[in-house]
């Protein structure tokens, strides 16, 4: 069966735009889901065309109300979905221990609640209809031990875990779900944004294009993949031995300065929320090593 309609979380910026665009590009119906209207707005006027449809749904993917506003959605604007893109992502990038329970708990819920249960409101129409994708976007953070990100490389690597075991359960009635597994991206995502508003200076080599991750997403969809590792070099050699050597993710941060660099985020982050606790001005980051 060759998928038709696709909705794709966090479309309003970053990955998300370069994933919507290359459906868009493969003649898919999409639904834009995210919680910047205007943004998704130019994004679907974009996309639109005379053979295809570029609905949007603004929602915030941290209501417990999420998953089903956007499985209606869906199913007014769409009808029945092929492809399910869970793309959307939180990271506060503070200290774990300077976190309160709900912001942990908002971080989990975007990252790995809303799109389980999302998954499980398609999945009926998905196994009626005897084909269906679903596409979970992962992160590398936690095998590598990433400083600062305990909340978010649960919720990534619980990604990975859901995809598997739902992958092998209804992969015989047709649908089937993949992780794609991802290191930094370079001019789009959570890391790139970060890099741009604190005005570091960081080495790219390590990061891939959002381009390449959009193409991945197309493969996993075309070709079924259970795991793919988006990351330079041998990606999948690299995660194996970080999974069979635990320790080699921390020193890979210690060589790279992502330790460094993450612990002046953390810095700039907590100095943020501080300040917006107490009413003062937002401080600016003094320094940047990296």
Do not use: C, W
Request: hydrophobic share 45%; proline share 4%; aromatic share 4%.
């Amino acid at each position: 069966m060759k998928p038709r309609n696709a909705i794709v979380t966090g479309a309003s910026r970053g990955i998300g735009e370069y994933i919507a665009r290359a459906l868009a590009a493969r003649g898919m119906n999409l639904l834009l889901v995210a919680r910047s209207e205007p943004e998704l707005a130019r994004l679907a006027k974009e996309l639109r065309s005379k053979d295809t449809k570029a609905a949007v749904a603004a929602i915030d993917l941290a209501d417990q109300r999420a998953a089903a506003q956007v499985a209606a959605a869906a199913a007014a604007e769409l009808g029945g979905v092929d492809v399910l893109v869970n793309n959307a992502a939180l990271e506060l990038q503070r200290r774990f221990h300077t976190l309160g329970p709900e912001e942990i708990e908002t971080v989990i819920r975007v990252d790995l609640i809303t799109p389980i249960e999302l998954s499980h409101l398609l999945l009926p129409g998905m196994l009626e209809r005897g084909y269906g994708r679903i596409v979970n976007l992962s992160s590398i953070a936690g095998r590598v031990g990433f400083p600062h990100t305990e909340a978010y490389a649960a919720s990534k690597d619980g990604l990975i875990a859901f995809s598997r075991v739902l992958r092998n359960d209804y992969r015989r009635a047709g649908v089937s779900a993949s992780a794609i597994v991802l290191g930094a991206v370079k001019d789009a995502g959570i890391g790139q944004r970060t890099i741009d508003e604190l005005g570091l200076k960081t080495n790219t080599s390590f990061m891939v294009t959002p381009e390449k991750v959009a193409r991945a997403v197309g493969r996993a969809i075309d070709k079924d993949k259970a795991e793919l590792v988006v990351m330079p070099g041998p990606g999948r050699l690299l995660k194996a031995l970080m999974d069979l050597f635990p320790g080699f993710g921390a020193a890979m941060n210690r060589i790279s300065g992502g330790d460094k660099t993450m612990t002046l985020v953390a810095d700039h982050r907590e100095a943020q929320h501080a300040a917006r606790a107490t009413g003062e001005d937002q401080p600016r980051l003094r320094s940047a090593t990296r």
